[in-house]
């Protein structure tokens, strides 16, 4: 195998305790700093893989949170919207689409406004029930 040298400094606290590691492995300075070096790249390798899997599994939750924050946002709203009324001369396809197009407003308004989710859909009910349908 070939060996490319390599110099390094030590103070003299780290070359005593590196000395007394050598003579308790009954290892030479090559042949230790070899071992080192190959058990802290292993140790390396496996921090990175295992840091990689926390970052998986991060991703992976964030997904099921956001499917689970969309459901939450559809249910509100929906249930916001469902409150409203039809109007006495109102068609059933203008009721349609008065739903519809309050559904939309009501969830681009939540999130354009950064609020939040529950407190818009709350207000949206509650307005509903008291007839004001807008």
């Known amino acids: 195998m070939k060996t490319i040298p390599v110099g390094t400094r030590l103070d003299v606290d780290l070359h005593r ?13 090559a042949e230790l700093l070899r071992t080192f070096i190959r058990d802290g790249l ?4 496996s921090y990175s893989e295992q840091i990689m899997q926390t970052q998986l599994s991060i991703l992976e939750h ?22 409203l009324r039809q109007g006495a001369n109102e068609t059933s396809e203008a009721y349609k689409e008065r739903l519809m197009s309050e559904y939309r407003k009501t969830v681009f308004e939540a999130l354009g406004k950064g609020g939040r989710i529950a407190t818009v859909a709350a207000t949206r009910t509650a307005n509903a029930k008291v007839g004001h349908d807008h």
């Open 17 to 29: 305790a590196f000395e007394e590691e050598m003579k308790r492995r009954g290892q030479d300075k």
């Open 62 to 83: 964030m997904k099921k949170l956001q499917e689970m924050m969309g459901a939450a946002l559809h249910l509100n709203v929906e249930q916001a919207v469902l409150g």
């Open 42 to 45: 292993a140790r390396y390798d």
